[in-house]
C-alpha cells in the first residue's frame, strides 16, 4: 500500500478550492410561527387564570381598606401550597345560598382557624379567651352587632370570616363557619383605580 505525500493534495498555483454545498436550513413558514406565537400566549393566559382570578368589590363591607368599585387580583395558587392564615384577605362562595339566582362570591378577612373558639359580644371578639386587637375595622362609633353565629368552635375544616366594616357586613356572624373546600384564594393585590395601586397587606397578629 502506497501513501501519497501531502503535496500531492495541495492546490496548484492558480487553481482554487472548489467547497460543497452548505446544507439548506429549512424554515417554518410565517403561518407556524404565527401558530406557535398564539399556542404559547394561549397557554400563558390559561396558566394564569388557573393560578388566579380578578374580583371586583361591591358594596361597603370591606371599607374603609377596600372601596367598591376596586379591582383585586386573587391568587388561587396560595393555597395549594399553604393552608389560609388568620389575617388574609379571603374570596370565598358563602354556605347556604347555593341554591339561589344570586349567589356571589363575597371578600372578607379571615379570622378564626380550624379549633379556634370564638367569642362575640359587646363589640369585641375574644378569640380562644384572649381579646382580638383589631385595629383596621370600621365601627361607626358603634360596637358591632352579632345575632346568629356569636359562640363557635371551629370544626378541623372550617374558618371564621368576617368584613372590616362591621355593622355594614354580611358574614360568619349571620351564616356561620365557611369550609375549606369553599375558599377560592387571597387577594394579593389591587390594580384598580390607579390611585389604589398596590399590594393586600396581611395583618400580623401576635
Not at 12 to 37: H, I, K, N, T, Y
Not at 132 to 139: A, F, G, V
Request: charged fraction near 20%; proline fraction near 8%.
Amino acid at each position: 500500500m502506497t501513501l501519497s505525500s501531502p503535496a500531492e493534495f495541495s492546490p496548484q498555483p492558480g487553481a482554487s478550492l472548489v467547497m460543497p454545498p452548505r446544507p439548506a436550513l429549512a424554515r417554518s413558514g410565517v403561518w407556524r410561527e404565527r401558530f406557535d406565537l398564539l399556542l404559547l400566549v394561549v397557554l400563558v393566559f390559561t396558566l394564569v387564570n388557573l393560578a388566579s382570578m380578578r374580583f371586583y368589590i361591591e358594596g361597603p363591607s370591606m371599607q374603609p381598606n377596600f372601596s367598591a368599585g376596586q379591582f383585586l387580583i386573587v391568587s388561587r395558587a396560595h393555597y395549594l401550597l399553604s393552608q389560609p392564615q388568620r389575617g388574609d384577605i379571603v374570596v370565598f362562595d358563602a354556605p347556604g345560598d347555593d341554591n339561589t339566582r344570586d349567589n356571589p362570591l363575597l371578600i372578607k378577612r379571615l379570622i378564626g382557624l380550624p379549633g379556634d373558639h370564638i367569642v362575640i359580644e359587646n363589640g369585641t371578639i375574644l378569640l380562644n379567651d384572649v381579646l382580638l386587637s383589631e385595629p383596621y375595622i370600621n365601627q361607626d362609633g358603634r360596637p358591632f352587632r352579632c345575632n346568629r353565629y356569636c359562640d363557635v368552635v371551629l370544626g378541623a375544616d372550617e374558618y371564621f370570616l368576617m368584613g372590616d366594616n362591621r355593622n355594614n357586613s354580611n358574614d360568619s356572624r349571620e351564616f356561620g363557619p365557611v369550609a375549606r373546600v369553599r375558599i377560592m384564594g387571597e387577594a394579593i393585590l389591587r390594580y384598580w383605580p390607579f390611585d389604589a395601586i398596590g399590594n393586600v397587606t396581611r395583618v400580623a397578629f401576635p
